[in-house]
């Protein structure tokens, strides 16, 4: 097996490759690209609209319904197939259309950019598309620039890698083309390799080019998710288990009654014919349209707060999960360095604000607030400094070159410092640039006739070139080089990256072409620390998910100092937490690394394996996992998870294919408005299923007494679809537009093993079916048996008597809790619009001619109609009293028992 190239040297690596610091002839990079292909990432697999258009049709519940419409055809029931297949083709296409929609936008946010690369062929340097590197190239990279492709390092100038989307690492990183002897080196620590996708922030660099496409450490992740199974989100495992128990229960349900039938000596076709009938009323036939309604709306809700869902099916999923796992670097910080602390002899103060926004003010935390040595300081550190820091737009902020350099105009901005404006007054006259075997910058600056020199660089670096201190009344006090390595220490400590700055008097002679290398007999100013600044909305959003009861776990490849910081400040852990790294995870068995991940909520210097391998331990634990992530590093743990979700404007393509979900403004607060959201469509399934499963049941149970008592069928198949599908349908489409349940925000995620059919539906279940079946099946023995009426007028009764009770029923099933009488018809409009409407479309049916023939109908008198609401009022005594017992009961356990 050949050593891999950051163990070669420069030479060897050429060797290897066969190619020079020439670079190649044009005709052997052609052959290359010919051979190994184009220099980029196979394009993201779309659905096809007819893969899109067929994946509709799927499920359990689904396959029911067609069996049933086949079952309809061959018994010669033409109208129930219609029926039946009318809402098939219609919850098709509303899935169809929500779904190619959100694939659009995704789409979108995929930049397809080409950029363009600056190569050496044949000792000439010359521009081409990234896309035609090969394997050998000699490329050259400047500030600014994104690396197209793995390179080994053949030469650098005070480079700075931002190699954040692959490793996770908030500082950006220098580099060493000296080869490295560790052979199982992580790609973080391989410091003498580039690679592609990520970007130079500072310097200039050289790279021989490795890897190209596919073979790159990004190509390598994207091809990995192929191989990562992609966890159902927990609407779809709810939803199946539901299914097959319908299926089940309508089987059980269609062979007892066909068996009771056979008993009671009916024929058997006209057995058969009340079986299919059953069938049909046990099948919730709305129930696909009624949870695609519900996802639709649901999915329009969270688009409005940037929330966008790829797939339907998963609308719901973040507000079913126990666990958010989260990357910490452009998820839960901005990926913006930030001066937060600065030292100087007169004592600390902390600097507020956050990213490129000068923003913020200054508060002493030690020593004297009118620090003169603070302004000093940041005036050195603006002059000693390369980048530039201009307003674009609004708030935002065009920055270029060092993002340390940025970080310090920035702070110099919120005490009014502004480079542009010093340099009038302090005439630059000879600048000397970072760079890394030196450790330190330093600018040469003329005010009057007085030149001086402004530094800034490693502590150390800086430390040994001064000679005193500046005090908080702007005198030179004596330097305490014990006290500043001591606060050095401390600020290290909590993950903050330290600089020092210092100045001095120059020569009066000094010029650009002999500024001397090292300055001496400098005053230090202090120490100033920064950091990848918290997004100051994650530490609400934090907040907002613990009293969601949901719990948060910063899983990133940054060190743990850094990563624990960060966690305790935006409230992950409390101060005395602890972080394990990728290193430990390394050393733990199976038991170990699952008592780690359901104990310890930081995990640092993790690698994609490491991520993917926490989500995977979380789920066998029982727990419903969304991981949120923006790097390539993050993809293979975004696409196992039950919800991935990607961040999508600084999210690499890789990690927004891979996720289901994608935050289009990056916040992680907008995750908390996924959460809620996610909830309040999983509250609205289950009630549209509570509402759908309670009536169908009722509906079995009016035919199984009707048929006990010898009586004909109340209800014709026909009947009862128009029942469950027109009437019913209309109202569960305003039933998914309910908005969310006060305090949603403050209850626990449903158990991650909750069915949908769980006990307090069961319960609700038995109540409302009896009183439907005993309703129905009583009324309508006493239409025939004591009012004397025909079936047919007694028919027409009970299907307005179904019909009422579905309207009236809309109504208890708002919430499983809440009273009706307290939770008000107007809170939904659409809901009560939509049980009106019913109703009237049903009146309607009733007095016009072809509906009449169709359904089998005919109107009724207004006393009768009255009669039969009176009957419907007893389904809402019903619930209502269920759900007093409910609450009664739940305050009875609040109560604490007293000795």
Same mark, same amino acid.
């Given at each position: ?394 708030? $935002?902020?065009?920055?270029?070159? %060092? ?21 009038? $007054? ?10 890394? %075997? ?441 619930? $209502? ?19």
């Amino acid at each position: 097996m050949d050593a891999p190239f950051h163990t070669l040297s420069v030479e060897q690596s050429l060797k290897r490759l066969g190619s020079s610091l020439d670079g190649l002839t044009r005709e052997e990079a052609a052959a290359r690209l010919a051979r190994d292909g184009r220099n980029e990432l196979p394009p993201p697999k779309r659905s096809s609209w007819i893969l899109i258009l067929l994946r509709q049709f799927a499920g359990p519940l689904i396959a029911v319904l067609i069996a049933a419409a086949v079952v309809s055809v061959l018994l010669g029931d033409i109208n129930d197939a219609l029926f039946i297949g009318g809402v098939l083709v219609f919850n098709a296409l509303i899935g169809f259309f929500q779904e190619v929609k959100a694939e659009r936008e995704i789409i979108r946010l995929f930049t397809l950019m080409r950029t363009m690369t600056r190569v050496e062929r044949e000792d000439e340097l010359q521009e081409i598309d990234s896309v035609d590197l090969v394997v050998g190239d000699i490329v050259w990279l400047e500030s600014g620039a994104r690396v197209p492709a793995d390179m080994r390092l053949v030469s650098e100038r005070d480079l700075k890698i931002d190699e954040s989307a692959l490793t996770g690492e908030s500082m950006a990183a220098s580099k060493d083309p000296a080869p490295l002897d560790d052979l199982e080196a992580v790609a973080a620590d391989r410091v003498n390799m580039l690679f592609a996708g990520t970007g130079i922030t500072r310097g200039r660099a050289v790279g021989l080019v490795t890897a190209t496409g596919v073979n790159t450490e990004l190509g390598e992740v994207a091809a990995g998710l192929e191989q990562t199974r992609r966890a159902k989100p927990p609407l779809v495992m709810r939803m199946e288990k539901l299914s097959r128990h319908i299926a089940l229960g309508t089987v059980i349900a269609c062979v007892a009654v066909f068996g009771v039938g056979l008993l009671r000596g009916f024929p058997i076709g006209e057995t058969f014919l009340i079986s299919v009938a059953l069938a049909v009323a046990a099948i919730p036939e709305g129930l696909p349209v009624a949870i695609t309604l519900s996802l639709a709306v649901g999915l329009k809700r969270m688009a409005a707060r940037r929330v966008l869902v790829r797939r339907l099916d998963a609308v719901e999923g973040l507000g079913s999960c126990t666990v958010i796992c989260t990357d910490k670097t452009g998820t839960l910080t901005l990926n913006q360095l930030t001066v937060n602390r600065i030292a100087t002899a007169g004592g600390l103060h902390e600097i507020t604000g956050a990213g490129y926004s000068p923003e913020g003010e200054v508060i002493c935390l030690e020593g004297e607030q009118s620090d003169t040595a603070l302004k000093a300081l940041l005036l050195s550190a603006c002059l000693a400094n390369e980048a530039t820091l201009a307003r674009a737009k609004g708030d $935002e902020f065009h920055v270029s070159g %060092d993002p340390t350099d940025v970080a310090l105009l920035v702070a110099g901005r919120k005490l009014g410092l502004k480079r542009e404006q010093l340099l009038e $007054e302090h005439i630059e006259v000879a600048p000397v640039p970072f760079e890394s %075997d030196r450790q330190f910058a330093a600018s040469y600056n003329r005010v009057g006739e007085d030149l001086a020199v402004h530094v800034k660089g490693a502590p150390e670096q800086v430390l040994s070139m001064c000679v005193n201190a500046l005090g908080p009344d702007g005198s030179t006090v004596p330097l305490d080089e014990q006290a500043v390595r001591l606060r050095l220490s401390e600020l290290s400590s909590t993950g903050l990256r330290v600089l020092g700055v210092a100045r001095g008097p120059a020569p009066s002679g000094i010029s650009r072409e002999d500024a001397p290398i090292r300055p001496e007999g400098l005053t230090f100013l202090g120490l100033v620390a920064m950091r990848d600044a918290p997004r100051a909305e994650a530490m609400e959003a934090i907040r907002a998910c613990h009293d969601a009861s949901v719990r948060v776990i910063v899983a990133t490849g940054d060190h743990a100092e850094t990563a624990l910081a960060v966690a305790i400040e935006l409230g992950v852990v409390a101060r005395g937490a602890r972080a394990i790294t990728g290193r430990e995870i390394e050393t733990l068995d199976e038991d170990g690394f699952a008592t780690a991940a359901r104990e310890i909520n930081v995990f640092a210097r993790v690698t994609p394996l490491h991520k993917l391998r926490l989500v995977q331990a979380l789920q066998q634990r029982g727990e419903l996992v969304a991981m949120t992530g923006d790097g390539a590093n993050d993809a293979g743990a975004l696409k196992a998870a039950h919800v991935g979700v990607a961040m999508g404007k600084r999210g690499t393509d890789v990690a927004k294919e891979a996720a289901r979900v994608v935050i289009t403004d990056d916040n992680f607060a907008s995750i908390v408005g996924g959460i809620e959201e996610g909830r309040i469509v999983h509250d609205n399934v289950r009630n549209v299923v509570a509402l759908l499963v309670t009536t169908g049941v009722g509906e079995v149970l009016a035919i199984l007494l009707t048929i006990l008592a010898g009586l004909p069928m109340p209800m014709t198949a026909v009947q009862l679809l128009w029942a469950n599908l027109v009437t019913e349908g209309l109202q569960v489409i305003g039933l998914a537009l309910e908005p969310g349940a006060k305090g949603i925000l403050h209850r626990p995620p449903r158990p991650p093993n909750e069915r949908i059919l769980n006990r307090l539906m069961i319960q609700r279940t038995v109540i409302v079916a009896g009183v439907i079946g005993v309703a129905i099946a009583g009324s309508y023995g006493y239409m025939l048996n004591v009012a004397h009426m025909t079936p047919f007028e007694a028919g027409n009764l009970a299907v307005l008597l179904l019909v009422l009770i579905e309207n009236v029923h809309i109504g208890n099933c708002r919430s499983e809790y809440e009273s009706g009488f307290t939770n008000s018809p107007l809170r939904n409009p659409w809901l009560l619009g939509a049980a009106l409407l019913a109703q009237a479309v049903h009146l309607l049916a009733m007095n016009w001619e072809p509906t009449q023939k169709m359904l089998g109908l005919q109107p009724v008198s207004v006393t009768m109609w009255l009669a039969m609401f009176g009957l419907s009022l007893g389904v809402f005594a019903a619930v $209502e009293l269920h759900k007093l017992w409910l609450r009664l009961r739940e305050k009875k356990a609040a109560v604490p028992v007293e000795a």
